[in-house]
Each structure stands twice: as C-alpha cells, then as structure tokens.
C-alpha cells in the first residue's frame, strides 16, 4: 500500500481528540434521531390502542343512531350531525372574513406600523386559550347579541377562535403569487380589486382551501368555545335526516360528547367512549391529511 | 393612492375613477395631454366593448382607464364598486383587532362590576382558599389555581423542550429529505389530535397507567397533565424552531464546517446561538399554548384545588408529581355552566377569563418582539 511508503509520524492519524468528537457525533445524533422517533411512539400507540378498543362497536349503526339510554349506549349521530352543523357554519362566517383580511394584510396594507399591529392582533387572536373563547361567545353572542345559547352564536365563537387560521394560510399563498403577475395585470389597465379576482385569488386558490381545510380541523375538534354558547349534553333528533337541526337550536357537538359520556355520565360503556374518540380522532387526521395531499399535489403544479 | 410598493413607481395599479390630484405633476400633464385621444377612443370603444384592442398608440393605453373627465354610467358603478369592495376589504383587515379588544371589552363587560366593587384583589391573588360556593363565607382565592397551572405548564415544558429541540434539529439538520417529510407529517398529525382526544387519553390510558407504574394513590395528576400538554405543545414547538434552524443563513453552516466542526458541533456552536431568537419564541409560544389548554387539563389532571408543593400540614412536598390540582382554565370550563348569569361567582370566573388572556397576550407579544424585534424587522 503505497500510505506505508510515506512517513508514519506525517500521516493523517486520528488522534484521541478526532476520536472522541467523531463518538460524541454519532452519539448525538442518535439522541437525536431518538427523540423524533419518540414522538412517533405516542401516536402510533394512541391510534393501535383507541382502534382496538374500539372494534367492536365501529359500524355504520353506531354513526347514525341517537345515543341511547342516557348516552351509556346507542350511536352518535346527532352529535355528529351537531359537529357538521357547526364546522359548516363557522366556516361560512370565517371563510370570507379570512380570506379578505389576508388580501386587505398582504395587497393593501402599506408597510408601517398599523400593518404591525393588524399583525400583532391575528398572532394574538391566535394564542387566545380556548375557554376565554367561550366566554367572549358567552359575552358577545349570546347575551349582548341575544342569540341565546344556539347553533349560530357557537358558530360565530369558532369562527372568530379559528379567524386566524385562515388569514396565516391565505396570506402566505397570496405572497406566493409573483409581483410580476400584479404588474403584468395593472399594466393592461386593471385595477387593485379587478387584479385580486382575476389573478392573485385563482393563482392562490389552492392555498386557500389549504385554509379552510385547517380551519375545519380546528373547529371540529375544540370543545370548550361551544360549551357555553350553544352545545348540550344530550338531545335526540330525527335518525337520517340531515337536516335535523336549524340555526337557532341547540345541538351536540362530536367532541363535547367525548367530554359528557367520559367525565359526566357515570357507568357508560367503555367501547361506546373509544368509539367516539376514534371517530373523532379519524375525522381530525383525514381531514388533515387532506391538506397535507392538497399541499402535495399544490407543490407538484407549482408554475412558478 | 402611493403605489405599495415605492421602489417601483410606475407599478402602482391605476385606480378607476379619477385620482389624478394625488398623482404626480408629469402623470397628471401627461393624462392631460391625452384626454382629448382617451375621450375618442373611449367613444369608440363605447360601440364594440371596453376589450377593443387599441394599444397601438400610447393614447390607446389610457382609453382603457380613463383619468379624468366624467366616467359613464357603467364606469361610475365600476368606480363604486371597487371603493366599495374596498371598504369591505379593510374592515375585513381590521376584524382581528376588532376581535381582540372585543375580547377585552365583553369580558369586561360579564366582570366589571364585581371587579371594580367588591372583589378583594389581595385575597384574589394570595390565598389558595377558593370556597365560590360556601353559604358563610365565600371566598375567592386563585392562587391555588395559578400553582397548578403554573406547575402543569412547568412540567410540560420541561418534557417538551428537549423533545420539541431535539425533533426540530434532527429534521433540519441530520436527516435525510424522505425521512424528513415524513417525521413533518407525523408532527402535523400529532397536532391535529383534538385536545379532547388528549384529555379522554389521559383519562382512560394515562391514568391506570401512572396508577400501575409509579404505585401512585390517583392517576390523574400533575405527571398525567403535564405528559398530555407536553404531547400537545410538541408539534408548535418543533415547527417553529424549524423554521429558526432554517432561517440561519448557509454560509454559517459552511463557515462552521470549513473551520473543520462536525454536525453536532456545528449545531451547538453555530445554529443554536444563531438560531436563539427564534428558539426562544418558540418556547414562549409552547408556554402560551400549555397556560390555555383547557380540556386536556380539565380531564387529566384530577381537578382538586391543592397547593401541589405544599403539604397539608406545611413544609415542601416532594411528591408533588402525583398530586392532582387544578388550572385557572379548567376551573372556568367546569363551573360556569353551574353558575347564574351575574352573580358573583359568574363574575369572578369572567375576571380569571380576562387575567388568562392578559398571560397569553404577554406572552405572545414578547415571543413576537424577539422574533421580530422592536420595529419589526422583516
């Protein structure tokens, strides 16, 4: 070997220090590697366990009948319902309010200290907890508005708990359409608002129902805002018909059922508990994997 | 109208409708010596539709908008509709803020009375004595309340901080781009798990679980509550120092590199002091998300009001892990339902409500200051 030829005291040799970094690499790096695996661990769990005690009651049956003697036994249908109900409402009130605020954020608002505090106020907004939530749709909707304790005003609370959502994911995907495509479109004489519906929307659209998609996720699954402003614990509607409930009525809510029958009611079947947590655990990641291969497919037509 | 965007002058969209007072002296001559061919050829196009290619003279360009002169009917509409429209946009701009102090002003609004008139604010804050409902002597301390929050919030991060780093460093700088996809993904699924899945978790799994492993009298406690808000703040914390790791210019990476460190030197000694600002925020943000958490820590963590380091009968606890308590949410979720509107009781859960968001807003507030700086660097 031709290293044997060259002076043994002139070769690159690994002294006691490189060795000791080079162990220290490999070491941390499977820290590392172990503490992101860990983060798998839990969920994997949580879906195998949930799922296996869920088994034996996940059918069709369980989602569309009533629950049944005090909600120890029986379906969740309207509770499923109630959820629908209400992500479909909050939606439709956040939705517009969203995406206009993000175009308002990101087309029209000049660089200066009050597009900081419109900031400051969507980042604030979104770190309000959920309880003061619900008591702001307790306060505003519905006492101050007199809606009363109804569909709509824990539409309204969800909507304004899930505002920010919407306005991050819009305003990212509208910062994404090229400045060349707005000057292209105001050089053929187009103006700001004519410029917004005709290019910089359709060329976000994508990014938008990524929005939605997210503020979906999060109106589905929060409790405590609806608690006090328009869910109950338990109501019996009409099995199938879809259209059960009306804007003024009071409903049950997926998950503030998973909340009743585990803390309130005593002596309720354990699978009818995980069967409820599943279904609501399998909403929340399909809907969430939905964004995720909106995201995919979004990145994979990406023409700019 | 200034064009947003100052370096790029002749950019700015026109508006419809007539502006040019605002606009500059040689736009405004120019539009003026263009009106007599605008008002032509917007004549002309009158007869075939607003489309008609004219841009063969730079006359024809200002046909399509014109700038002064009295617009027709359709255009007025036009020009109405777009400032209103326009309107619409900014008031939609505006609703956060609007939001925010609403929030301020309703919860005001429930607890100002009881604030202002008859809450003993001493006693609020330092006395653990929380007797809402006694018939001799009411009593509303929180300060047993702040304890367990303050103790959840604790322990959550102290588990989550260095599974949160840890996770966020590994994806940006050790693995490869497949696996990192797929750990993101599995991040963003952790997140999206309902807190009333993590509570119904802690609950039913968590509990006999801690129960069986540590020999502990109740398995709903601090230990249970804090492993279900660490789980939960994870995914925040892991993206948002991500996205610190990621902002760190590559040169640094390289300068490290070619100074001969290794990945995980270069990690400490680079990224991390580079990256702290960020990493910093998104502690702060963690921290926010565990004091809000409600229906986790409402289910999990037992709710019984207890000085968690405090025994009974005084002296330090050392087995404050396994005692249960009680959170300033929690207690809001589960006694407002059993109040009257107005009462006292209602009121005071109104005013923890008020307290609570000023924690989170400080809170938020401070990790934007970091990230951004003072004047908001972009």
Known sequence: ??????????RFTETAAVRRRNRTQLAVKIVFFLMAVLMLIPLVTILAYLFYKASGILSWEFLTTNPRRGMREGGIWSALLGTIYLVVAS?????????LAAVYMNEYAKDNWFKRVVNLAVINLAGVPSIVMALFGLGAFVLFAGIGKSILAASLTLAVMTLPVIITTTRESLAAVPMAFREACWNVGATRWQTIRRVVLPNSVSGIMTGFIFEVLRAAGETAPIMFTGAVFYKAIEEGDLFAYGLFDQCMALAMHLFTISTQVPGVKPEVQYGTAAVLLVTCMC?????????VYMRSRKKW | MTPANPTRPNVSPPEAGETSSRLSPERSTAGRVDEAGANAKAALAGTSGPTLPVESSPAGRQAVVPRRGVPGPSRRWHWLGEKLIESLIRLCGISSIIFVFGIVFFLLREGAQFLFGGLDLVQFFTSSAWYPTSQSNVRYGILALIVGTGTVTLLAMLIALPFGL???????EFCGPKLKESLKIIIEMLAAVPSVVWGFIGLSVMNPLIINLFNAPVGLNVLNGGIIV????????????EDALKAVPDSYREAGVALGANQWQMVFRVLMPAAKNGLLAAVLLGVGRAVGETMAVLMATG???NMVFVKPEGGFNPGWLFESCRTMTAT??????????HSDHYQVLFIIGLLLFFITFIVNLVADVIVRGVRGKK
């Open chain 2, 166 to 172: 840890g996770t966020a460093i590994f994806i940006s």
């Open chain 1, 1 to 10: 070997m031709s290293t044997v030829a060259i002076n043994p005291s002139l």
């Open chain 1, 91 to 99: 939606l439709c009130a956040a939705g517009p309010v969203g995406v």
């Open chain 1, 287 to 295: 809907i969430n994997a939905a964004a995720i291969v909106l995201r």
């Open chain 2, 332 to 341: 809001i979720a589960a006694e407002l339902g059993e109040t009257s509107v």
């Open chain 2, 230 to 241: 660490a789980l939960m703040s994870v995914p925040i914390i892991v993206s948002i120092s």
């Open chain 2, 303 to 305: 709710h019984s009001i």
